[in-house]
């Protein structure tokens, strides 16, 4: 049997490279060192592997191992999970009218509802726990996907917005498709995902992989996706690195720093949840505070101090990335 060449699930080019390969092992690993089993999903999967499309940029793996309703309840009892202050969330509302109305893709519990004062909000959410607690504070949100919402509601919206949702899923074009399909004419299209050419690079991120993140994005990325959907592209939004993700960014520079100096190994964590309190910037491998304090560690602790001191997180692109474009 011949095999089928491989595409990239974004812009369909044929150009795609090999980047690397994961063992499935490791991220079980992992994820069992947090207390949550993703054995399951990786019954059938030994080696992940990591591709990139030479012409979007876009990075995608395979084989497609995603997050099912059992894995994201185990990853929402962090309260880091659906945050309620997001910078994204506030770039996004100075392009909403009070007039307008706003389709919120992959919502959570709908917080972004209360950034806005739109005359109607809709959240579409596959979490039913997500969903029960929008309910419970008065926030329309139901158990649909975009897809099946754009045939019951073409054109119905102004703006659609998907926050954190894209780098999830294993069909984009058909996603944006839906998203597009619920847009008017001259419509808004809000994507925010992580911005795959920031500090989360650094270093092997176990949350920016499968069963987690299935798309790494970046601009180049984005702005292809203008082309291939036949969108404007208003504006492209590169957050610096935002308080919520400053920790994390610190502690990603001192370990990617540390793979190559004598404070490598004082610095990786023996013990304890690796699970960040800071949103998706989490899963790197961080500091244990109840180590004992070598000198290496006492020179890192240093170190951070004096980055902090300067506040070095001015000058980095932070975890986001957003694009706004408007239906033709």
Known sequence: MVRPSLVCPSCSAEKVERKEAIASQLIEEYYAENGVDVRYLFED?????????????????????????????????????????????DYVAKWIEAEERVLDVGSGRGAFSRKINSSFYQGLEFSQSAVELAAREGVNVITESVEEHAQKHQGAYDVVCAFQVLEHVAQPKTFLEGCIGCLKSGGKLAIAVPNSQSFLEWRRNYLNLPPHHQLLWSEKSLLKLAEVHNLEVVEIY??????????????????SLGDK????????????????????????????????????????????????CIKLHRFFDGHTITAIYRKK
């Open 45 to 89: 999967v030994s080696l992940l592997r990591r591709y990139g499309c030479e012409d979007c940029g876009l990075q995608f793996f395979q084989p497609v191992v995603l997050g099912d309703d059992r894995y994201y309840q185990a990853m929402q009892k962090g309260d880091w999970y659906y945050l309620e202050e997001k910078p994204e969330y």
């Open 238 to 255: 590169k957050e610096k690195v935002s308080k919520i993700h400053r920790e994390s960014f610190y502690s990603t520079l001192l370990l």
């Open 261 to 308: 100096t004598f404070l490598r190994r004082s610095l990786k964590a023996k013990k304890g949840s690796r699970f960040s309190s800071e949103g998706n910037a989490g899963g790197e491998t961080t500091e244990n505070p109840a180590a004992p304090k070598g000198l290496a560690h006492r020179a890192a602790d240093l170190l951070k101090d004096c980055f902090r």
